[in-house]
């Protein structure tokens, strides 16, 4: 069962961050690095990123515009997206 879900009103941490994508990946913590690309290092098809997007706007409460998508291709892109959005308050 899932932890206490961060609201936007929560400091967005890293390590938690880094351990819902390797959840959904069912990865290794240690190889969800900063700069490990999501596609060429990690095999991400276009359904986990699908379930990695889902999983964010749920577990954060943020909307993910497509655009944004591009964004997430690895935790460094993905952190910052967020850090963006939940500063974001409209």
């Not at 900063?34 to 379930?51: I, N, P, T």
């Not at 993905?78 to 850090?83: G, I, P």
């Given at each position: 069962?899932?932890?206490?879900?961060?609201?936007?009103?929560?400091?967005?941490?890293?390590?938690?961050?880094?351990?819902?994508?390797?959840?959904?990946?069912?990865?290794?913590?240690?190889?969800?690095t900063?700069?490990?690309?999501?596609?060429?290092?990690?095999?991400?098809?276009?359904?986990?990123?699908?379930?990695i997007?889902?999983?964010?706007?749920?577990?954060?409460?943020?909307?993910?515009?497509?655009?944004?998508?591009?964004?997430?291709?690895?935790?460094?892109?993905?952190?910052?997206?967020?850090?963006?959005?939940?500063?974001?308050?409209?």
């Open positions: 069962m899932p932890e206490t879900t961060t609201t936007a009103l929560t400091a967005l941490d890293k390590e938690q961050l880094r351990e819902l994508v390797a959840d959904v990946l069912d990865l290794d913590v240690a190889e969800v900063d700069d490990a690309d999501f596609m060429e290092d990690l095999d991400v098809d276009s359904l986990m990123a699908l379930e997007t889902v999983r964010l706007e749920k577990e954060y409460g943020v909307r993910l515009a497509e655009a944004e998508l591009t964004s997430i291709t690895s935790l460094q892109g993905t952190y910052e997206l967020l850090t963006s959005k939940l500063g974001d308050t409209r």
